[in-house]
């Protein structure tokens, strides 16, 4: 979700630079960095680290980011460029659809006022797994619950930490970075956007792969 089909890092960075400042220090882009992708325990023992503050309180600090972000979220958020159309031609050609985010239910709840309900059959939130990405487990659980081998999916995703969990899973992968640069990887279908990316060129990740008949 994040990066990939709304530019919500963006909002995630002001809150988390906020969150730095009211801890009483400065979140350095290092950690910012590492935090894209991941889910909030790994993202808030990264702010505790690089504040050298390792016995901050955690729950407090995930609670006021997450009424923050929240907020923002509440919005609006902005499109990448050509998800969208994506999202309607795979919804048009009647294709299962699963929505697989390292992000909490809340906060989803809000982000698909933007993104519509009715454009995903299944939703995997980040704390709804017993483990987040990276472990393949979220994208293997949404397979389960469309009713679809993994093996016949095709995940898209922007950051190394989406991209390994993707394709521990068994599936497909497209990968289009957004805030952080992704280096070539076996089995790891980059792009530069969304733009021109139809269910025809899905599929054909999926033939190409062998693992559908031409």
Known sequence: MDGTLVDS?????????????????????????AMIGSSMATSMRILRDDLGQPDRP????????TDRVFELFGGGLVWRPGALELLHAVRFAGLPTALVTSTGRKLVEVALDTLGRDNFDVVVCGDEV???????EPYRTAAALLGVPIEDCVAIEDSPTGVSSALAS???????????????????????????????YLADLLIHRGLLQP
């Open 58 to 65: 955690e729950e407090p600090d995930v609670e006021w980011l």
């Open 130 to 136: 017993s483990m987040p990405k990276p472990d393949p």
């Open 9 to 33: 890092e963006k909002v995630w960075e002001i809150a988390l630079h906020e969150l730095a400042a009211r801890a009483g220090g400065t979140l350095s882009p290092a950690a910012r960095h």
């Open 170 to 200: 068994g599936a497909a992968v497209l990968a289009v970075p957004a805030e952080l640069e992704l280096p070539a990887t076996d089995g790891v279908h980059l792009r530069t956007s969304l733009v021109g990316v139809d269910p025809a």
